[in-house]
């Protein structure tokens, strides 16, 4: 059964406020995933893409241990019509989102990620601890035929730092995975092949 925008948006609105996450398939059409998931490897062809840093210092040591993908944040200065789209998107979200949830979101910042095969991110929470103008994440899948075997799964702790219990969710090109940003602790399983995502944070002004 084909799901409308209008009920992907009033779905993932219900998980929020029920769970505190939401999952969304199909959050954008096959053909501009496709297109999001080239933009992403022609970035990273022609040095664009960036190891990524931890934490608040962006020219912080990049560490393998910690953290193995690379970035590249979203210049709406320079966007494609498929970026144009996803931000479209997010802009109608980030209004039913205020006028659900009275959350003052104020903008959104924006990444394309590559993870390379055995690439991880651990346990970490998306809101600073000096900073709490991230209140909602979004990460939407650019991962084309991903099967469970690929690994590379989002885990997302549902009490605070306990191990237990979590949930996993599968890096499927077009899903979209949203929770509260100073709520929930998550990691990036290692992959046996390269993933692909948009990550996008929802924040209340500085």
Request: charge should be negative; hydrophobic fraction near 35%; aromatic fraction near 12%.
């Amino acid at each position: 059964m084909y799901t409308t925008t209008t009920q992907k948006t009033e779905q993932l609105i219900a998980g929020i406020a029920e769970n505190g996450y939401a999952v969304i398939e199909h959050f954008l059409p096959p053909a501009t995933i496709a297109t999001l998931a080239s933009e992403a490897k022609k970035l990273q062809e022609i040095g664009e893409m960036h190891r990524a840093g931890t934490g608040q210092n962006s020219a912080a040591k990049p560490d393998d241990s910690i953290r193995g993908d690379f970035i590249h944040w979203l210049d709406e200065a320079s966007i494609s019509h498929a970026q144009q789209e996803y931000l479209q998107r997010m802009e109608s979200l980030r209004e039913n989102l205020n006028r659900n949830f009275y959350l003052g979101l104020f903008d959104i910042e924006s990444h394309f990620a590559i993870y390379p095969p055995g690439a991880i991110y651990r346990k970490h929470l998306d809101q600073f601890q000096e900073n709490k103008h991230r209140q909602v994440s979004c990460i939407l899948y650019l991962n084309d035929a991903w099967r469970h075997e690929n690994g590379g799964q989002l885990r997302l702790y549902l009490d605070g730092e306990k191990p237990m219990p979590y949930l996993d969710f599968e890096p499927v090109g077009g899903t979209m995975v949203a929770f509260l940003s100073g709520r929930f602790y998550h990691e990036v399983l290692p992959a046996k092949q390269e993933r692909l995502s948009l990550t996008g944070w929802f924040r209340t002004r500085a």
